[in-house]
């Protein structure tokens, strides 16, 4: 199940790291969005280590997700703990000065809002209307506990025990009122995220022009399908193609290598697995020309200058090293490879898995007809730990279910 779990700004919002960590145990997916005055309390680093996911605050963060209406659509459940006075007051009136206000007008799960605040302000009329709207159209409001509150007073408005807020989520998300659009929970990836490129990144030259390439994205779509239908959780970051995207993943879409590299870092971070199909453009115009090129009155030939593009496979495990949610620990590459006299496609491979620095490799050998676009391919897998390689061939799909089998033996070896 995929959970928002909203934090408005109390004190208790302590407490509701307690409920995050029940609500991931338990095997949930859970995207925290604060709001900034709950970041006074507890902050953004803690909720992201805890639910091993990127945590924002603003509406107008990762908007290439649309994240603002993403979060609430995607979700089976919101849950909002604590709720403060003047966060049931925003959502009785529909505002959304925020993320979590977004989320809240566009999910369509049940929403669970827990209030915790001081007695008067719970008692206070302004409040008391506010719960009532807010349950008159369908969201459940926990009643407080009466206790200790923060100072020496004592009273209904205490946040109630994590186990009671999660034992009322539950309830929610079995009512059968949730829509279940999960993966399955069995198969060797089920609990796991992967997130997979797919497709030819296009170098805009002017506003008509771009260098690209052949890529269909026809193995990272297999590949996706693949790590679905083995219980993954996919998010699926797309360049151009000529197929359109899996069923059942996350898709996001890109068009240059620097957009496809900021996807990457928005997305790995928390994941299992990367899995790195797109055939990504090394190079690119080292001016973007801001009207059309013309032809020149002269007769003279335009020279494009290119520069490199950034090598993202390469960052993301460089990045491994620092970065907090930690990067996923199973990275695959793709090497397409010609070969040539001296040297043959395999010894590419291996040259390229050690520069890269990822757990494994999937080498083909390409032509102008070969591989892009095709239907079928045969490919070696090479492994950094040192096993012998492991060939594949057949439909893309069989293929990528090859693929996915030697990804999952990794992660399931590096549990152990
Ligand atoms: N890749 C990447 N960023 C780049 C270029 C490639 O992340 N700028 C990834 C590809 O998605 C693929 C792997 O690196 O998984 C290898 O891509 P390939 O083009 O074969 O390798 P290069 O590093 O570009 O090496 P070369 O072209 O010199 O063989």
Known sequence: ?????????????????????????????????????????????????????????????????????????????????????????????????????????????????????????????????NVTTLRSRGLTILDPDDGRLTGQDSGPGRFPEAERIWAEAQRLIGSGAVPSTGPPSTGPLSGRTVVVTAGGTREALDPVRYLGNRSSGKQGVAVAEAALAAGATVRFIAGAMSVDPPAGAEVLRVESTQELHDAVFDCAPGTDALVMAAAVADF????????????AADGSNPVIQLERTPDILADVVKARAVSAPPMPSVIVGFGAETGDEQTSVLEFGAAKLARKGCEMLVVNQVGRHRVFGQDTTD????????????????????????????????????GE
């Open 379 to 414: 490919v070696t897998m090479l492994f950094a730990d040192g096993r012998e390689p492991v060939g594949a061939g057949g439909t893309k799909t069989e293929v990528a279910v090859a693929i996915v089998d030697e990804l999952s033996g990794l992660l399931a070896r590096m």
């Open 284 to 295: 690119r115009p080292a001016t973007y020309a801001e009207a059309k090129i013309k032809k």
């Open 1 to 129: 199940m995929r959970i928002v779990l909203g934090v408005t700004g109390g004190i208790a919002g302590y407490k509701s790291a307690l409920l995050l960590r029940l609500m991931t145990e338990a095997g949930h997916q859970v995207d925290v969005v604060p709001t900034r005055a709950a970041l006074n309390f507890v902050g953004q680093a803690t909720w992201e280590a805890l639910s091993g996911r990127p945590v924002r605050t603003e509406t107008f963060e990762a908007v290439e997700t649309v994240n603002h209406v993403r979060l609430g659509r995607e979700a089976d459940l919101v849950v909002v703990a604590p709720a403060t006075a003047d966060s049931l007051a925003r959502t009785a009136a529909g505002l959304a000065p925020d993320l979590l206000g977004n989320v809240l007008l566009t999910a369509t799960c049940p929403i669970l809002l827990v209030p915790a605040m001081h007695t008067e302000m719970w008692l206070n009329p302004a409040t008391v209307a």
